[in-house]
Nanobody, 124 residues
Framework: QVQLVESGGGLVQAGGSLRLSCAASGRTFNTNGMGWFRQAPGEAREFVAAINWNGARTKYADSVKWRFTISRDNAKNTVYLQMNSMKPEDTAVYYC?????????????????WGQGTQVTVSS
C-alpha cells in the first residue's frame, strides 16, 4: 500500500519553530517532485512549498518565503518542512503530497498521492 505519513505537528508559540516530516512507504518517490500544502478551518487548501526530485530546486508561497524550508532525503524516502518564525496565521492542517512529475509543481491537481495531514497550531 502506497502511503505518505506526516509527523511533527503540534502546538507552538508565535516566533517558534517546528519541523514536519513526511515518510513514504509502499514505493519510492525518489523521482517525484514533493510538496507541502495546508488547510485552515473554513478555507481552501493552499500551496506551501515544493521540491524537485533531487532537491536542487524549490518553490515557496510568498506567505512562508524566508521562514520555511523544504528539503528531502531520498535515501530515507522522507521530505521535511522546517518552519521558523511561525505566526498564528500558519495554523492549519499540513499535508504532504507526491507529484506526478519530477518537478517542483505548485498546483494541487498535479499531485496524486496525499498524506493524512498533521495539525499545526501557533498561539499568539
Amino acid at each position: 500500500q502506497v502511503q505518505l505519513v506526516e509527523s511533527g505537528g503540534g502546538l507552538v508559540q508565535a516566533g517558534g519553530s517546528l519541523r514536519l516530516s513526511c515518510a513514504a512507504s509502499g514505493r519510492t518517490f525518489n523521482t517525484n517532485g514533493m510538496g507541502w500544502f495546508r488547510q485552515a478551518p473554513g478555507e481552501a487548501r493552499e500551496f506551501v512549498a515544493a521540491i524537485n526530485w533531487n532537491g536542487a530546486r524549490t518553490k515557496y508561497a510568498d506567505s512562508v518565503k524566508w521562514r520555511f524550508t523544504i528539503s528531502r532525503d531520498n535515501a530515507k524516502n522522507t521530505v521535511y518542512l522546517q518552519m521558523n518564525s511561525m505566526k498564528p496565521e500558519d495554523t492549519a492542517v499540513y499535508y504532504c503530497a507526491a507529484a506526478r512529475t519530477s518537478f517542483e509543481v505548485v498546483n494541487a491537481r498535479d499531485y496524486d498521492v496525499w498524506g493524512q495531514g498533521t495539525q499545526v497550531t501557533v498561539s499568539s
